[in-house]
C-alpha cells in the first residue's frame, strides 16, 4: 500500500513549495496540513516538537519527523528512488556529488540574496512593511554576480549538475518564481542562458501544479 506523507505549512511558502515540487516529482502521496503563520501556529508548543526552530515546513513519513527543505527533498529522492522522477538526485556518486555541489551553490550562494528580494519585493508590500532600499541594491548585486556564474554554466550544460533536470534545478524554482514577477525579472530574463533554463524548469507540469496551489486560499 502507497504511503502518504505529511508537509505541514502553506504553499506560498518558498521552503514549503520545494518540498511539494519534489513530491510531485517522485508521484509520492502526501497530504499537506496547514500552519497558518499569520495565526502563530508555527510557534506553538506541539509544531515546534516536529519543527524545533519554529518555520515551515515540517514533514512526516511514517514514524519520522525531518525539517530543512533541501535535506526533506534528499530524503525523498532517496527513500522513492524507484518511483516518479529517478534522475533527481542522481544514479551514481559522481551524478550525486554534481548535484549536491550545485544544490550546496543554491543554498549558499543563490538564496541569501534572492531570498532577501523575494521578502523585500514580495512580501514586505503585501505584510504593509516598508521595503529597505539600501538591502534591494545589495542583494541585486549579489544575485547579479551569482547569475553571471550560473549563465557561464548553462551554457555548458542544459542543466545546473549536467544533462538531467535534478534536485539542484528545482530547488532554484520557488525564490525564481517570485522574482521574476516583480521588477527584478530581468536579472533572469535579460541572461541568454539562465532565461533558457528558467522557462525549461518552470515550464514542467509538477512546477504548475505547485503555482496552481499558491493560487488558492490557504
Ligand atoms: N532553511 C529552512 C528555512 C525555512 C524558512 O525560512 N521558512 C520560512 C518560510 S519560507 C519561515 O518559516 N518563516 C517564519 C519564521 O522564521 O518565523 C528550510 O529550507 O526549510
Redesign the pocket.
Known amino acids: 500500500m502507497a504511503t502518504t506523507v505529511k508537509v505541514f ?1 502553506p504553499p506560498m ?4 513549495s ?2 511539494l515540487v519534489c513530491l510531485l516529482e517522485k508521484d509520492v502521496q502526501f497530504q499537506l496540513i496547514n500552519v497558518s ?1 499569520a495565526k502563530g501556529e ?2 506553538k508548543p506541539d509544531y515546534l516538537k516536529i ?1 524545533p ?5 515540517a514533514f512526516q513519513d511514517e514514524d519520522i519527523s525531518l ?6 527533498c534528499r530524503y525523498i529522492s532517496d527513500k522513492y528512488s524507484k518511483q516518479g522522477n529517478n534522475s533527481l538526485f542522481g544514479t551514481n556518486p559522481l551524478e550525486k556529488a554534481s548535484i549536491d555541489q550545485w544544490l550546496e551553490a543554491e ?1 549558499q550562494s543563490f538564496h541569501p540574496p534572492s ?1 532577501a528580494l523575494v521578502f523585500q519585493l514580495a512580501f514586505a508590500p503585501r505584510m504593509k512593511i516598508k521595503q529597505d532600499e539600501n538591502l534591494i541594491k545589495q542583494s541585486e548585486a549579489k544575485l547579479s554576480k551569482v547569475l553571471d556564474v550560473y549563465e557561464q554554466r548553462l551554457g555548458d550544460s542544459r542543466f545546473l549538475a549536467g544533462d538531467e533536470f535534478t534536485l539542484a534545478d528545482l530547488s532554484h524554482l ?1 525564490n525564481t518564481q517570485y522574482l521574476v514577477n516583480t521588477e527584478k525579472g530581468n536579472l533572469f530574463k535579460e541572461r541568454k542562458n539562465v532565461g533558457r533554463w528558467w522557462d525549461e524548469i518552470s515550464g514542467r507540469d509538477s512546477w504548475k501544479k505547485v503555482v496552481e496551489m499558491q493560487k488558492s486560499p490557504a
Open positions: 505549512g511558502s518558498t521552503a514549503v520545494r518540498v503563520m508555527h510557534k519543527q526552530f519554529g518555520q515551515v515546513p525539517f530543512e527543505s533541501r535535506a526533506i543554498g531570498g520557488p
